[in-house]
């Protein structure tokens, strides 16, 4: 079955730097595009970033273009997103998530549970 | 960038009633790309309808979506007490890559 498991997140300071990963697994990971999408508490869902299956092509929201960067390994079926620059306002719940196979527009078909990232001093 | 909104933001309901939300686009959303989700407290989003009125797998068939160009509408015809949740829209699809979330209606009890 589809299972996407992400780590790395926890406490940071404004300023700082984390990145988390997502592994994937129980599917042809390399086919797919992916996405990360975060969750302020108490809030709606924020699209942030798009990878496609060979990792050539990457986008961001306009909130995060120029801070995070999207990576993948499908050599080792894993999803990172480096976050520089934090500040309070990307304090959420981040989800990796699976688009489509191959290119095109398809809709978010599995998450995985989500990782706090808090940014405090 | 479509900017989506959706109304209710609440919608207080009965279990067996009938629920129906409303999605809308501020510019067309290009071949029908909307999709809904369902998100339960302390849960991941889970992929309802896609292509404005396709049923994921596994979604039953109380749940269905219509709608094309800037309105959008998800129907819940009734009620079970699983279905008391947050509901959202989202457009995936443009020439430039955008995946935007409306922000949510609140399905809740009476």
């Known amino acids: 079955q589809v299972q996407l498991v992400e780590s790395g997140g926890g406490v940071v300071q404004p300023g700082r730097s984390l990145r988390l990963s997502c592994a994937a697994s129980?599917?042809?990971?390399?086919?797919?595009?992916m996405h990360w999408v975060r969750q302020a508490p108490g809030k709606g869902l924020e699209w942030v970033a798009v990878?496609?299956?060979?990792?050539?092509?990457?986008y961001y929201a306009d909130s995060v273009k120029g801070r995070f960067t999207f990576s993948r390994d499908n050599s080792k079926n894993t999803l990172y997103l480096q976050m520089n620059s934090l500040g309070a306002e990307d304090t959420a719940l981040y989800y990796c998530?699976?688009?489509?196979?191959?290119?095109?527009?398809?809709?978010?078909?599995?998450w995985g549970q989500g990782n706090l990232v808090t940014v405090s001093s | 960038e479509i900017v989506l909104t959706q109304s209710p933001g609440t919608l207080s309901l009965s279990p067996g009633e009938r629920a129906t939300l409303s999605c809308r686009a501020s510019?067309?959303?290009?071949?029908?790309?909307l999709a809904w989700y369902q998100q339960k407290p302390g849960q991941a989003p889970r992929l309802l309808i896609y292509?404005?009125?396709s049923r994921a797998t596994g979604i039953p068939d109380r749940f269905s979506g219509s709608g094309s160009g800037t309105d959008f509408t998800l129907t819940i015809t009734r009620l079970e007490p699983e279905d008391f949740a947050v509901y959202y829209c989202?457009?995936?699809?443009?020439?430039?890559?955008?995946?935007?979330f409306g922000p949510g209606t609140k399905v809740d009890t009476k």
């Open positions: 989202q457009q995936y699809g443009s020439s430039l890559p955008q995946f935007t």
């Open positions: 990878i496609s299956y060979d990792g050539t092509n990457k």
């Open positions: 510019q067309s959303v290009s071949s029908s790309y």
């Open positions: 292509g404005a009125s």
């Open positions: 998530a699976r688009g489509g196979y191959g290119s095109g527009s398809y809709p978010f078909d599995y």
């Open positions: 129980g599917f042809t990971f390399s086919s797919y595009t």
